[in-house]
């Protein structure tokens, strides 16, 4: 079992940075690759970066590329999502995810296992 803790959300200015974080339990952390997802109201939940089991492989969305950085640190069973240059666009509930697996996974129905969501809202 694995338990995700997101955080680091808020209200920010469009242009403006925040970053998110999520706190994993569990010792078998570094088995999970690791994604973020975002849902906007309305929409459906979307793919937005993922990260393999140590770090060596990413995976972006096409709206978010050269702006967020997604990273982990298995040492301390966390994972992270740096936002920059973020547009209104950008607002939705963001999500955690880990799927039991090393290499990169985009689909969430492979994920096992989900955060229950930070907010993030982009004003213009």
């Known amino acids: 079992q694995v338990q995700l803790v997101e955080s680091g959300g808020g209200l920010v200015q469009a242009g403006g940075s925040l970053r998110l974080s999520c706190a994993a339990s569990g010792r078998t952390f570094s088995s999970y690759a690791m994604g973020w997802f975002r849902q906007a109201p309305g929409k459906e939940r979307e793919f937005v970066a993922t990260?393999?089991?140590?770090?060596?492989?990413?995976s972006y969305t096409d709206s978010v590329k050269d702006r967020f950085t997604i990273s982990r640190d298995n040492a301390k069973n966390m994972v992270y999502l740096q936002m920059n240059s973020l547009k209104p666009e950008d607002t939705a509930v963001y999500y955690c995810?880990?799927?039991?697996?090393?290499?990169?996974?985009?689909?969430?129905?492979?994920?096992?296992?989900w955060g229950q969501g930070t907010q993030v809202t982009v004003s213009s």
């Open positions: 990260i393999t089991w140590n770090g060596g492989f990413t």
């Open positions: 995810a880990a799927a039991l697996r090393r290499t990169i996974a985009t689909m969430s129905s492979i994920y096992d296992y």
